[in-house]
């Protein structure tokens, strides 16, 4: 995948997703340091949709309540 300026990333998924966001070694704040430390001019928003307990029935429910609105790109 290939980020443009300005790219939104969305992590999309249950409580993995959720605790990776909130903890200082998961891995969205992971990748989210790494990209500010390393292409900081790309300005990329990561974005985390995650909910314990979620199974894939569950996001695709919520899909267009939890990501749509964020417009990832």
Request: aromatic residues 6%; contains cysteine; positive net charge.
């Amino acid at each position: 995948m290939l980020l443009e300026t300005g790219s939104r990333v969305m992590f999309f998924g249950d409580s993995i997703v959720k605790a990776c966001d909130l903890t200082s070694i998961g891995y969205v704040r992971l990748m989210r340091a790494w990209l500010t430390a390393n292409h900081p001019s790309l300005n990329v928003t990561l974005m985390s949709a995650g909910v314990s307990g979620d199974r894939v029935s569950n996001l695709q429910t919520r899909f267009a309540k939890h990501v749509t609105p964020k417009a990832p790109t």
